[in-house]
């Protein structure tokens, strides 16, 4: 499985570097050109060839780009993007030896061209040799702009294989360049969230730069692909008060740039501006609406054992009247309500609330949402939560 991940197919590029000054400024639009200003520039016909080949990929020795390429490596042996289409069009014919001697010369002459990495990926992969794969992506993220976009997915998809992860480890210890975008992309492209929770955990071993930010963004990937259990765990592990029979932070003071889904998720619906401030030792959710709109405005997914449960906390700021008034909801993932605890006007009981609500034993999954009403007030509805918590019922928070 690692294998198969590891290796990516025939790709080409189109990025050389020239040396007449004209044509430098016409091949990065238009090869062709530049190769008609500049005939016997070996490196700007090999670029040539390239675009002839991605445009009309054959594996033919008499096409056009397997012409241009043989003439630019008669101008320039050191054109390596002329090699590329040969040892490319090798390939497609079938030819792995030649495919090999081409390829290994260019990667002789500079280590910086992408298409002979990839091809050295593809041959270590085939022989087996994941150390060697590894050692390409390496030097290829190291020394290829277009490398990132191409290769890190395939290589979070490798995560899979222990032998990738064993092997990547000492590689990222090495701080390269590329590390940051790679744990950027284990985190938060979802491809393989099980084998990226065990790459962070064994990256503990070699401090791997995995911040808090990103293990939220893990927590969040596992727990849209229904990995609830290890998604919890490790949620648990950086988050160390958390616990399964009661809601988190009860009084916003969670300061992230990212938040897991078990942490206060203000809303990002259009027309709602809801936002977890800083304030003192703790914070505030400060949320405000226009007249007619009405919208989740903050919820945390929980995991609560069946039971009765209180939702509690208190309120500043809040004016409206009784059928605008916003309310605490628990609903279960499949969209059964649990039950609703109504927000009253802060003016009342210095702006207290609480009530109960129970949990099925047929529901693992809940989300507490405070829900906004749609107001018919010029001013629309406004206000803000000091304090929200749900705790098993007949427990004083």
Do not use: H
């Not at 499949?334 to 009342?348: A, F, K, M």
């Amino acid at each position: 499985m690692g294998r198969g991940a590891l290796a990516l197919g025939a790709v080409t590029l189109g990025l050389v570097s020239v040396a007449d000054s004209f044509a430098r400024l016409v091949e990065k639009v238009d090869p062709a050109r530049a190769a008609m200003l500049a005939p016997g520039n070996g490196v700007i016909l090999a670029a040539s060839a390239q675009q002839a080949f991605t445009m009309a990929p054959s594996e033919a020795a008499d096409s056009n780009a397997a012409r241009l390429a043989r003439l630019a490596l008669r101008q320039d042996p050191t054109a390596v993007e002329a090699l590329n289409v040969l040892g490319l069009q090798a390939q497609l014919r079938g030819e792995t030896e030649r495919a090999r001697e081409i390829f290994q010369y260019s990667l002789r002459l500079s280590r910086r061209e992408l298409r002979p990495q990839i091809w050295a990926i593809e041959e270590a992969v085939n022989r087996g040799d994941i150390a060697a794969a590894l050692r390409s992506y390496d030097i290829a993220l190291r020394t290829s702009k277009e490398a990132p976009n191409l290769l890190l997915p395939n290589l979070v998809s490798a995560l899979a294989e222990p032998k990738v992860r064993a092997g990547l480890l000492p590689i990222m210890a090495s701080d390269p360049v590329w590390a940051n975008s790679f744990l950027q992309r284990v985190a938060t492209s979802g491809i393989a969230p099980v084998a990226g929770l065990a790459f962070f955990r064994e990256g503990e071993a070699v401090d791997l730069p995995v911040n808090d930010d990103l293990r939220a963004a893990l927590v969040n990937a596992l727990l849209a692909q229904g990995e609830i259990q290890p998604a919890w765990s490790y949620y648990s592990e950086f988050r160390r008060d958390a616990v399964r029979n009661r809601s988190r932070d009860p009084d916003f003071a969670l300061n992230a740039d990212i938040r897991a889904v078990f942490d206060w998720m203000p809303s990002a619906q259009s027309g709602v501006s809801a936002a977890i401030l800083q304030e003192g030792e703790g914070g505030i959710l400060d949320f405000s609406l226009p007249p007619s709109t009405g919208g989740t405005l903050v919820q945390q997914t929980q995991l609560l054992p069946p039971g009765t449960y209180r939702i509690s906390g208190r309120s500043r700021g809040i004016e409206q009247s009784e059928r605008s008034r916003p309310y605490w909801a628990l609903l279960c993932q499949d969209g059964r309500e649990l039950g609703r605890v109504e927000v009253p006007n802060s003016d009342i009981e210095n702006g207290a609330f609480g009530g109960q609500v129970s949990v099925p034993g047929d529901c693992a999954v809940q989300i507490l949402s405070l829900i906004a009403r749609a107001s018919d007030d010029i001013t629309g509805v406004s206000g803000q939560i000091e304090r929200a918590a749900l705790v098993p019922s007949g427990e004083v928070r």
